[in-house]
C-alpha cells in the first residue's frame, strides 16, 4: 500500500522473473529489442506494473523493452549486469539504454573509505568490501539469499533497498502510513544530521571540484561498457535524470525533496537544482565522449517536475509518480522509435 506517496496512489508491486528483468516482460519476438538499466528510476519504484515508463514503451510486433533497473544501481552495475544478462544467459538486444547519473554520483564518494573508485576493473572488490563492512546490520543475511554477489552485483542493490524498507512488509494493514512515515523519517533525519544549516553552491568546493573526477570515471566506465554492446552488435544510448527542485512545495501531496548535500551542510533547493543541471551535463558529456547516443531526458521533463505542478510528476526530489512515468515515456517513445529506423 502507498496511499498518501502522491495523488492518486494506492498499492503497487514489483515483480521479476528469474532472470531479474522487471515484470510486465515482453515474450513474443519482435524487430528490435532494447535493455534498459539503472537505478530506481528506471525501476520507476512505487509506480503500478502498468504505468512504469519502460513497460509502456513496448509496441507489439515491434518493440521489445526490457526492465533491469535496480534500485541503487550504478554505471558498474548495469556494466556487470548486462554481461550477466548478455554472456551467461543469452539474451541479445539491438539498444541498451542507461540512465545511472545520479547513482553514479552517490557511489563514487561511498567506496572512496575503502580506497576505491566506481571504475569497472575492481569494482566489484570495493562493492563486496563495502557490503562486509555492513556485516553486523543484517543486511548480508539477505544478500546470502540472493544470488551470488560477483555474478550480480547490479542487484546486490536490490538487497540493500529491501533492508532499508523490509520492515513495512511486516503489517500489510498498516503500510500506508508505514510507507509515508519512512520517507518522512528519512527527511527529517536528513535535515537534523546537517546541522551546518544550508550553504550556497559557490561555496562548496567539493561538489565543483568532484565533477571533474565525476566525468572521468564515468567516461571510462562507459568506454568499457559501449565496446561490450558494440561487440555484441547493439547500440548505447545514455539518458539524464530529471528532478523536481525548482517546484514549490505546494504541489506535492507532501514534500519529500532531500536537498543536495556539501560536507555537513545542505544545499537549498534551488541550488540543487543548480547542481543537478551541472551533474546532467557532465554525465552527458561523458557519454559522447565515449561514442555512445545521448538523450537529455532531464532538459525535456524540467517544464513539468520543475514547474508550477512539478509535484504531479515527482514524490520527492527524484522518484517518479504514475503521471510522471506515463511522461517520461511519451518523451522516450520518438528518441527509441528514431534510434530503430535510423540504425
Known amino acids: ?7 492518486g496512489a494506492d498499492r503497487v508491486v514489483l515483480r521479476s522473473n528469474e532472470h531479474g528483468l522487471i515484470k510486465p516482460v515482453p515474450e513474443a519476438e519482435v524487430e528490435f529489442k532494447v535493455l534498459f538499466v539503472g537505478g530506481s528510476t528506471t525501476e520507476a519504484r512505487y509506480v503500478p506494473e502498468n504505468d512504469r515508463w519502460v513497460a509502456l514503451l ?7 523493452t526490457f526492465n533491469a533497473g535496480v534500485s541503487g544501481g550504478n554505471t558498474a552495475d548495469a556494466y556487470f549486469n548486462y554481461l550477466f ?29 575503502y580506497d576505491g573508485s566506481l571504475l569497472v576493473d575492481g569494482y566489484r572488490e570495493y562493492l563486496k568490501a563495502w557490503y562486509l563492512d555492513r556485516r553486523d ?23 540493500l533497498d529491501q533492508s532499508v524498507f523490509s520492515w513495512l512488509l511486516s503489517d500489510a494493514d498498516s503500510m500506508e502510513s508505514r510507507v509515508m512515515i519512512a520517507y518522512r523519517e528519512n527527511r527529517q533525519n536528513s535535515f537534523g544530521a546537517h546541522e551546518g544549516g544550508s550553504v550556497s553552491l559557490a561555496r562548496c568546493d567539493i561538489l565543483q571540484q568532484n565533477l571533474a573526477e565525476y566525468e572521468q570515471v564515468t567516461t571510462s566506465n562507459l568506454l568499457a561498457f559501449g565496446d561490450k554492446v558494440k561487440a555484441a552488435g547493439a547500440q548505447l544510448l545514455v539518458m539524464s535524470e530529471a528532478h523536481s527542485y525548482g517546484a514549490p512545495e505546494e504541489s506535492f501531496h507532501e514534500d519529500l525533496r532531500i536537498p543536495r548535500r556539501c560536507a555537513g551542510n545542505l544545499l537549498s533547493n534551488e541550488d540543487s537544482m543548480v547542481f543537478l543541471d551541472k551533474l546532467s551535463q557532465s554525465y552527458l558529456d561523458a557519454a559522447s565522449k565515449a561514442g555512445a547516443w545521448i538523450y537529455d531526458l532531464a532538459a525535456d521533463m524540467e517544464p513539468l517536475t520543475s514547474g508550477p505542478d512539478g509535484g504531479r ?31
Open 1 to 7: 500500500m502507498i496511499r498518501g506517496l502522491y495523488e
Open 58 to 64: 513496448n509496441l507489439p510486433g515491434q518493440i521489445a
Open 137 to 159: 546490520t543484517g543486511f548480508v543475511v539477505t544478500l546470502r539469499r540472493q544470488v551470488r554477489l560477483v555474478e550480480a552485483a547490479a542487484r546486490a542493490a536490490t538487497a
Open 85 to 113: 544478462l548478455t554472456e551467461e544467459q543469452g539474451f541479445e538486444f539491438d539498444l541498451v539504454v542507461l540512465t545511472t547519473q545520479l547513482n553514479d554520483w552517490s557511489w563514487m564518494f561511498a567506496l572512496r573509505s
Open 313 to 343: 510528476y515527482m514524490y520527492d526530489e527524484v522518484h517518479y509518480t504514475a503521471d510522471g512515468s506515463r511522461q517520461v515515456a511519451q518523451l522516450v517513445a520518438p528518441v527509441i522509435r528514431r534510434i530503430w529506423t535510423e540504425r
